[in-house]
């Protein structure tokens, strides 16, 4: 295993009473601010946060976060990490399989298994990630994708890497079944970065890019019935993302939006990391303060996931040197904030 330095906070929850479900939605909704403290760093040579996926597991209540592998540089290997974070022991358990693949990797947990999608094989993991996966070929070539988990559905946005005008193409998909690709909806634009979330029979798409190299970025959200995905609502976010992030919370969905800067070249200089909640009963993104970036300014937000009413999100940087793919300067860490 890499070196993995571990910083785990010690959570002492206490038990509130109210009078109502309602009530206690309400307050878990009326929060602003968000604190985040570091749960654990590690020394990893993860790729662009663009390429890393993540997911939790309530049952083994743990964090899993994915991405490819690739220093030192080993000629015809292209290796997938897994690693794993158990919240109760703050154990962390590391996987390395080899498996030639793209760069982006998403992970989703269904039927106590992990999945991890890639750009063209899906892997499918016990939750201990001991053992090597499952591997099959699903037929796509995807680049900068975003999924969607709906019970055993699973809807892929955009990310098309051999025709990009069919980057606008939502498909609905099965582990059980790699291959089968459902067509389930077009959007009127391509989409690559673009993160989802389904609620009440309705998937949410929010920003993200129209182009593969993320440099195009929208301020559009497009809402999909899932009994009429043809049927498609079009509202205005109010802020351009390049790339987003999104879980959904009580009837809020809490999005994390990067927003790119560049140099006179056209090469990116920064991200800047950017949290707000959208609330389904208003049609409104409302930006949240945080502490992040008085936490470290050049860090940016890289994934999300909430378990047990915490926001949590891998934040950090990654640097190539030259020449490359002779080394990588990455640093990641894992933040955690209360939602209530």
């Known amino acids: 295993m890499k070196n993995i330095k571990l910083t785990f906070l010690l959570l002492i929850l206490t038990a509130v009473s109210c009078t109502s479900d309602d009530s206690t939605q309400t307050e878990r909704n009326n929060f602003e601010n968000l604190t985040f403290n570091q749960i654990f760093e590690f020394d990893s040579n993860f790729l662009e946060g663009i390429s890393m996926g993540m997911a939790n597991s309530i049952s083994e209540n743990s964090l899993y976060i994915s991405s490819r592998d690739d220093y030192p540089l080993v000629v015809g290997s292209n290796r997938e990490q897994i690693i794993k974070l158990n919240l109760d022991s703050g154990n962390i358990t590391e996987k390395i399989y080899s498996n030639s693949d793209f760069i982006t990797k998403r992970l989703l947990v269904s039927n106590n298994q992990l999945i991890s999608i890639g750009g063209q094989f ?63 909806s077009t959007i009127p634009e391509t989409r690559y970065g673009a993160s989802g979330a389904i609620i009440n029979e309705n998937l949410y798409i929010f920003g993200g890019s129209s182009d593969e190299s993320l440099s195009l970025p929208s301020d559009k ?49 920064g991200k800047n990391s950017i949290l707000g909640k959208f609330d389904l009963n208003t049609g409104v993104f409302q930006e949240m303060e945080h502490n992040l970036k008085t936490l470290n300014p050049d860090y940016y937000i890289g994934q999300m996931s909430i378990i047990n009413n915490k926001l949590y999100v891998v934040y950090g940087f990654v640097e190539s040197n030259t020449p490359s793919g002779t080394s990588l300067s990455s640093e990641w860490s894992v933040y955690s904030a209360e939602l209530n």
């Open 221 to 269: 959200i497009y809402i999909i019935p899932l009994n009429n995905p043809q049927s498609i609502q079009e509202l205005n976010l109010g802020i351009s993302f390049n790339e987003t992030f999104t879980q959904k919370y009580n009837d809020l969905i809490i999005i994390a939006g990067l927003q790119y800067t560049y140099d006179n070249q056209g090469n990116i200089i």
């Open 122 to 184: 899906s892997n499918i993991y016990d939750l201990d990630i001991i053992n090597d996966p499952i591997t099959e070929s699903h037929g796509k070539i995807l680049s900068h994708f975003k999924i969607v988990e709906d019970n055993d559905d699973t809807y892929i946005i955009g990310g098309d890497f051999i025709n990009q005008n069919d980057s606008n193409k939502i498909y609905k998909w099965n582990f059980g079944n790699p291959q089968d690709f459902i067509e389930f």
